[in-house]
């Protein structure tokens, strides 16, 4: 799959990003890519992602909320046995273990019984999300000149439609819960730290700017990445639908070496 004919691709497929560059430019390749169907700045994604949580705030709300309920209960339990070694320490031995292992034991199971609903909400929403971005995709759709989606093709479409959604709906059911949990617990913690020691809160924020130089630099390069691969499903999608629906076509005339390199460059790409 290493050796593939790059021009088999059509040009609906974005260029490869130079390997010589240290930073590509957000544009690169759209001028080869003009078939595809238009591509969003980060302006109109903002500003969707604010009309998509504006229209479901009580259920983003609500998920926000029992996460938060999430990581305080996770957090009960370091405090417990910090509690139980003070007790230890001023002879209090007995007490001091029974108390604890009875707080530790709600707090895990409050903790786990607001993981479960956190999960379940997060998926009811993404599904919502799911639903509501089809819709809107559909509606958009149709509103094109016929002769631009006869241009994009049925992969560009069906790419949109599919893997394009379920990306943005696995961020809202899946990443989003995991981020807010995890800013949480680095909130919580931190406050924690600061009013118990704050020398060691100076400590852990001495990686800090190192964490925020990778950050900047990885998302200053990443867009054109998943762009890349976006154009590449979708050309993928396409040669494979268009295969799909005129097998008899291409068994008649023939094409079926033809529709096999397509294929082959097409994977051999992605």
Request: aromatic letters at 8%.
């Given at each position: 799959?290493?050796?593939?004919?790059?021009?088999?691709?059509?040009?609906?497929?974005?260029?490869?990003?130079?390997?010589?560059?240290?930073?590509?430019?957000?544009?690169?390749?759209?001028?080869?890519?003009?078939?595809?169907?238009?591509?969003?700045s980060d302006r109109t994604v903002n500003n969707e992602l604010f009309t998509l949580f504006k229209s479901h705030q009580a259920e983003f709300a609500v998920?926000?909320?029992?996460?938060?309920?999430?990581?305080?209960?996770?957090?009960?339990?370091?405090?417990?046995?910090?509690?139980?070694?003070?007790?230890?320490?001023?002879?209090?031995?007995?007490?001091?273990?029974?108390?604890?292992?009875?707080?530790?034991?709600?707090?895990?199971?409050?903790?786990?019984?607001?993981?479960?609903?956190?999960?379940?909400?997060?998926?009811?929403?993404?599904?919502?999300?799911?639903?509501?971005?089809?819709?809107?995709?559909?509606?958009?759709?149709?509103?094109?000149?016929?002769?631009?989606?006869?241009?994009?093709?049925?992969?560009?479409?069906?790419?949109?439609?599919?893997?394009?959604?379920?990306?943005?709906?696995?961020?809202?059911?899946?990443?989003?819960?995991?981020?807010?949990?995890?800013?949480?617990?680095?909130?919580?913690?931190?406050?924690?730290?600061?009013?118990?020691a704050p020398i060691f809160l100076a400590a852990a924020l001495v990686t800090l700017p190192v964490v925020v130089a990778l950050t900047r630099w990885y998302?200053?390069?990443?867009?054109?990445?998943?762009?890349?691969?976006?154009?590449?499903?979708?050309?993928?999608?396409?040669?494979?639908?268009?295969?799909?629906?005129?097998?008899?076509?291409?068994?008649?005339?023939?094409?079926?070496?033809?529709?096999?390199?397509?294929?082959?460059?097409?994977?051999g790409r992605w």
């Amino acid at each position: 799959m290493k050796d593939f004919d790059a021009s088999k691709l059509g040009i609906a497929t974005f260029d490869p990003p130079p390997n010589d560059t240290t930073r590509v430019a957000k544009d690169f390749g759209l001028d080869r890519a003009k078939a595809r169907l238009p591509i969003a700045s980060d302006r109109t994604v903002n500003n969707e992602l604010f009309t998509l949580f504006k229209s479901h705030q009580a259920e983003f709300a609500v998920v926000a909320l029992l996460q938060i309920f999430t990581v305080i209960a996770a957090l009960v339990a370091p405090r417990a046995f910090g509690n139980m070694l003070e007790a230890l320490k001023n002879g209090d031995g007995r007490a001091a273990v029974v108390n604890t292992v009875i707080v530790i034991a709600i707090a895990l199971t409050l903790q786990t019984i607001f993981a479960y609903f956190t999960r379940t909400k997060a998926a009811i929403l993404g599904e919502f999300v799911l639903s509501s971005l089809r819709e809107r995709f559909v509606q958009r759709a149709v509103q094109l000149p016929p002769d631009a989606i006869e241009r994009a093709g049925s992969g560009e479409l069906l790419n949109r439609t599919t893997t394009d959604i379920n990306h943005v709906t696995w961020a809202v059911r899946d990443a989003l819960p995991v981020i807010t949990i995890c800013v949480s617990e680095i909130v919580i913690i931190s406050l924690g730290i600061f009013f118990t020691a704050p020398i060691f809160l100076a400590a852990a924020l001495v990686t800090l700017p190192v964490v925020v130089a990778l950050t900047r630099w990885y998302l200053r390069r990443s867009p054109q990445a998943y762009r890349v691969e976006s154009s590449l499903y979708s050309q993928v999608n396409s040669v494979l639908v268009e295969t799909a629906e005129g097998g008899r076509t291409i068994e008649a005339l023939q094409l079926g070496d033809d529709r096999l390199i397509r294929t082959r460059a097409a994977i051999g790409r992605w």
